[in-house]
């Protein structure tokens, strides 16, 4: 390696150093600084949005004891299936099926935007006084929409 060294000229020499300069602070900046300041970042951001998470849950804890000092909600009269009707329909939530499950009721439903799913899901809990003992959701067709396969709703 010296004797290749001694070789080249001192123009072709001083290149050499230079490119060798260049390829070992290339080496460092992709190899080692850019992956460990990207893991950074994306570890700061999934920081941020567990603290909103759990903001989010501290807040609607509160809610929740609100209402169950006040008693909650009051059990809804009627067929279990009829105040899932009723309360779909007020929704404009379309149901594909129901069935009944001994005291239980299962519900089916093709195509919802998720936000007003969660919004009836709410509905049944809070001011019915159902429970939803199971919900199995897979991802719709468009963006922002849902298939419920199984919600299993009961009463208190």
């Known amino acids: 390696m010296n004797e290749w060294w001694q070789g080249l000229n001192p123009r072709e020499q001083k290149m050499v150093a230079g490119c060798s300069v260049v390829l070992v602070l290339a080496l460092f900046w992709f ?3 850019q992956p460990l300041n990207d893991n950074l970042a994306r570890s700061q951001v999934k920081a941020d949005q567990q603290q909103e998470l759990l903001h989010w849950v501290h807040e609607n804890l509160a809610k929740y004891k609100a209402l169950e000092k006040k008693g909650g909600a009051r059990p809804s009269s009627g067929s ?3 105040v899932v009707n009723q309360t779909a329909r007020r929704n404009k939530i379309e149901i ?3 069935q009944p499950q001994g005291d239980n ?3 089916w439903v093709d195509e919802v935007a998720f936000n007003d799913l969660l919004h009836w899901l709410e509905q049944l809990q809070l001011r019915e006084g159902l429970v939803i003992q199971a919900i199995d959701i897979v991802k719709g067709d468009e963006q922002g929409t849902v298939k419920v396969r199984r919600l299993q709703v009961g009463r208190v």
């Open 31 to 33: 190899g080692l600084w």
């Open 80 to 82: 279990l299936s009829s």
């Open 96 to 98: 594909a099926r129901m």
């Open 105 to 107: 009721l299962q519900v």
